[in-house]
């Protein structure tokens, strides 16, 4: 997963500058991206920086619409359900490729029901604990799991999400018994995390990164296959004895299917534009967000591919929600 962002990654910056614009009279109104998680957190930031360029750059109004619930799955069906006009759009996360494999039924199918845009941003998953659980690396939150089957929790965004994902996974990786809490997104779960309410989660990095670097909470490990920029002293999970745990988060635009082409175009070399901005880079780079702005081709070539990645990892280890 991570080479075929790094790949995109290498590419990305010469899109912003190497095709013209669609010739198209859109945007005529105003133009909403819808995010399925409460303000503060990855898609929400990376959406706002998004749309306040826009509106400078096309004299319209672009509003960033909280649509929270059902780990994100009310925003995404929403849009799949909107006018194919691109004035409704979703910051989608990675959950939409991880849902149809831990799903029987949903009511959208992520490569029927949208037309990708571009990748935005990804940003690594991080294991962190309460700073009160007496564990100082994986090793020892496994015994101390172990030796209090059902006594620890894990707090995750909710339903399909990474963070719900990678806490399934581990626990069924190291055969542990930990009880699952929802959230609705990882900012909501942080208040229970500092308290010592719930005893770890998986959030992205993004959201937590302040509290960690504060000795508020511990980090014992991130979940992508390489050590991090933003927190470099972390071990990876596989450094930690999990090999080929692997669970980025990405975020990217999506609109409704049928969407006309001079529409996707003229917002994709937008976003890939409003994405090399110094300014831009810098407040994601700060907040441990990478830019992975893609064509719409090599959007569809990720969620396509991942859905079959995603599925294989769930079978293998079994995994299955109980809520």
């Keep these: 997963m991570k080479s075929l962002f790094a790949a995109i990654a290498a590419m990305w910056l010469c899109l912003s500058t190497n095709h013209a614009p669609a010739q198209t009279s859109y945007p005529e109104q105003s133009i909403r991206i819808l995010v399925g998680f409460p303000p503060g957190g990855p898609p929400d930031i990376a959406a706002r920086l998004l749309a306040d360029k826009f509106g400078e750059a096309w004299g319209k109004s672009v509003v960033v619409e909280n649509v929270t619930g059902s780990g994100g799955n009310i925003a995404v069906e929403r849009v799949a359900k909107a006018p194919p006009d691109g004035y409704t759009l979703v910051m989608a996360n990675s959950a939409i490729v991880i849902n149809p494999a831990l799903y029987e039924k949903l009511s959208y199918d992520p490569l029927r029901d949208f037309e990708p845009i571009s990748l935005a941003v990804f940003t690594p998953i991080v294991l962190v604990v309460a700073d009160a659980l007496p564990a100082r690396n994986v090793a020892e939150l496994v015994a101390l799991a172990r030796a209090q089957p059902g006594k620890l929790t894990f707090g995750s965004a909710g339903g399909g999400t990474p963070s719900r994902f990678a806490g399934e996974l581990f626990r069924s990786m190291a055969g542990i018994d930990i009880a699952h809490i929802p959230y609705r997104g990882n900012p909501a779960l942080l208040p229970d995390l500092l308290a010592g309410r719930i005893s770890m989660a998986f959030p992205n990095i993004t959201v937590v990164l302040q509290q960690v670097r504060e000795g508020k909470l511990r980090a014992l490990a991130v979940t992508s296959p390489k050590r991090v920029v933003s927190a470099p002293e972390l071990p990876t999970m596989a450094e930690a004895g999990f090999r080929d745990f692997d669970t980025t988060a990405w975020f990217g635009l999506l ?62 280890a079994g995994i299955k929600l109980s809520e």
């Design 255 to 316: 609109a409704p299917a049928a969407t006309p082409a001079e529409i996707i175009d003229k917002l994709n070399l937008e976003t890939v534009r409003v994405l090399s901005l110094p300014d831009v880079r810098k407040r994601l780079d700060d907040l441990g967000m990478e830019v992975i702005a893609s064509t719409p081709a090599e959007f569809a070539t990720v969620i396509r591919s991942e859905i079959l990645q995603w599925a294989k990892v769930i079978k293998d």
